[in-house]
């Protein structure tokens, strides 16, 4: 009987690589020698079938950023850029939010007033494409929503005097 603190014997060698001195189908893979990138496989390994969505920034050769992104990395935002940015942390304070939802995002976007008014230029093989007319209502906030921010704004102006 052995000792239950006693070292393990070690693993069988007879099914060992000579080259690597490891157990044979164990061993650093040369990721250089990889047939497909890694990327474009799915959780289980297979290829995966879907066609790429649009979304990839990956750079490489005769890959550049765009002069909206590069600018935007430098510091240099753009009206729009800078407008979206207020608006979410305008959000973010006045809902005591470190973190907005992607819910939350999208209630700032169409607030700004951005619409869904041509066709996508994404590939989003799990989602149904759609177009609307600038003139559709946000659709975020309640049909009542201007009448109580009258009256909270009334309330404060109350408390004030």
């Not at 969505?53 to 050769?61: I, N, T």
């Not at 809902?95 to 007033?113: H, I, M, Q, S």
């Not at 093989?125 to 921010?149: L, N």
Request: hydrophobic content about 35%.
């Amino acid at each position: 009987m052995q000792h239950p603190h006693a070292p393990s014997p070690g693993p069988d060698n007879s099914n060992q690589n000579p080259a690597t001195g490891q157990p044979a189908g164990f061993g650093v893979i040369d990721r250089r020698v990889w047939p497909v990138d890694r990327r474009n496989l799915n959780a289980d390994g297979s290829p995966a079938a879907d066609a790429p969505s649009g979304l990839e920034r990956r750079r490489g050769p005769g890959r550049r950023l765009s002069d909206f992104t590069r600018s935007a990395e430098e510091g240099q935002l753009t009206k729009e850029q800078f407008l979206f940015l207020m608006a979410i942390e305008q959000f973010k304070k006045a809902n005591a939010k470190t973190f907005p939802t992607w819910t939350d995002v999208l209630e700032v976007v169409r607030l700004l007033g951005y619409r869904k008014t041509c066709a996508s230029e994404l590939t989003i093989g799990a989602a149904e494409d759609w177009r609307e007319t600038a003139e559709t209502p946000h659709g975020v906030r309640a049909a009542r929503w201007a009448q109580r921010r009258a009256v909270d704004e009334k309330r404060r102006s109350d408390r004030a005097a």
